[in-house]
């Protein structure tokens, strides 16, 4: 995990003026204020990233009044302190008054703001004002949303397109809105909508709007059920028919035109449709896509040996994303190649239903998805829980512990989290299932993997030579999680405020444990 950007002039780990890239770093850490495991204590080092720290400080729960009043008058960042729950009115009076553009954003992104405030906000001259103050009025008052349903600005109307706390007479009138991004927006995100709303949505003359109406995908569940009558016709129009297939009554006929579509995407849909003709699923079992293929993979009904040849098939023909990129080929057979590629991910994470429902026989399979399916389960017994904490496959293991938290001890948390290998990006990890208790926390801040180390913050009474080390690491990560710990001295707080890396002085700055003289000497700096 990196949270901030790679060292200047550097390449596979080398600095460019000699010595390895953790050497430059640790020249950057004694330039200001680090050393040999200990902190200078003697001059405060000024924020090398003085916007950031100000950032952060606007975020700071412990920040007197005084102080963020203070706060309020500098002009060079994006003003976050806008957003802070404990604006007094006044202060809300200097920031209305002051016509500075980001602190008016922030402002109208504050969920706390009396209604009053709000409608003021809503007349305001800036659109981008206005669609902040639409992205986040949450359980506002109807003058409110009566007041930002016809606004001129597009961004205004999207935002309220995506809310589902708008009076349903108002956003119904969204879908005729005069701009066919409102609309599409709209038939996405309010899937209950009532029917003459979708009625309007599904027949839209727009492609996009159609599509979005009647698709496989949608911002908010449950998904949407079009209404019996129209299905037929949203089968006819290619924008709508993936959508409208798993609505469709299968005929064996339907079944067979519909498996020779030459959009993948309504074979796909096929291929899941409970109703399938067997013949058609042994068909699509041969389909050219394997996204289709995956389709007819995952079904309850499939034969095995269909399902063994499906999945050895997809796991043979897997290239890397480098080398289709590579090729001589148009969009569609691009798209076609990015699609299949994908397919062999997705056979690690399919979700199936019916396995989770009854997973005791796929405790074994030879398929990844089975067993993370069966892991989630909430109702296996022990042994199989245990079985499944010891699974080949990380996914497996990470799922069984988040869906069985309380049969798992320490050690295997540990194990398990340590082992951890997202399939994508994520700041999501299992120990953030899990309590350790301190003397594992301690142990771990001294850890060979930075990842691991990161979690010793997580013990508020972590002994000061501790988190001082941790805060004297290397690697950025682990200062950024050690940044708010309360044991930390002063001097340490003063270092992480000039740290190198903007988003480790950031959380040095947002510490609640920050002293005020700190708060002061950087708002001074800031000349405020």
Known sequence: MEYGPRLPNSRAGQSTRGGTACDEHARLLERNGFGEGRLVVDDAPTPVHLSNVLDGLAENPALPAGLVRRLVRYRRGFGHV???????????????????????????????????????????????????????????????????????????????????DVPADLLARLARDPDPKVRATLARWWTQAPEAVRRVLLTDPVNEVRAAACSTYYARRPHPVPPSDLVTGLLADPVTRAGAVRHALLTPELAARLADDPDYQVRRQVAEHPRLPPAVRDLLAGDPSANVRVGVFGRRDTPEPTR???????????????????????????????????????????????????????????????????????????????????????????????????????????????????????????????????????????????????????????PVELAERLATDTESVVRHAVAGHPNLPVHVRRALLADPNDQVAHAAAAAPALPVSEMDRLLTLAGV
């Open 308 to 462: 063994h040849r499906i999945y050895e098939d997809i796991q043979q023909g897997e290239r890397p994303l480098t080398d289709l990129l590579n090729d001589e080929l148009d969009d569609a057979a691009l798209l076609q190649q990015v699609e299949d590629h994908m397919a062999v991910s997705e056979l690690r994470n399919l979700r199936l239903d019916w396995v989770t429902a009854n997973p005791l026989p796929y405790l074994s399979s030879p398929y990844i998805c089975f067993r993370r399916s069966a892991a989630r389960s909430r109702a296996l017994p022990a042994e199989a829980v245990i079985r499944l904490l010891n699974d080949d496959d990380n996914g497996v293991r990470t799922t069984m512990a988040t869906h069985a938290p309380h049969l798992v001890d320490p050690a295997t948390a540990e194990r398990i989290d340590r082992e951890f290998g997202p399939d994508k990006k994520t700041n999501w990890r299992p120990a953030d299932e899990f309590t350790f208790p301190p003397q594992t926390l301690r142990r771990l801040a001294t850890d060979p993997d930075p990842r691991m180390r990161c979690l010793a913050p997580r013990d508020l009474d972590l």
């Open 82 to 164: 806008a957003t802070r729950p404990d604006l007094t009115l006044d202060l809300i009076e200097e920031i209305l008054a002051s016509g500075h553009h980001w602190l008016l954003h922030s402002l109208a992104l504050n969920p706390q703001l009396p209604n009053a405030v709000r409608m003021r906000l809503a007349a305001h001259a800036d659109p981008a004002v206005r669609a902040a103050l639409a992205a986040r009025a949450h359980d506002a008052p109807r003058e409110l949303y009566e007041r930002l349903i016809d606004d001129p600005d597009t961004r205004v109307r999207e935002y309220l397109a995506e809310h589902d």
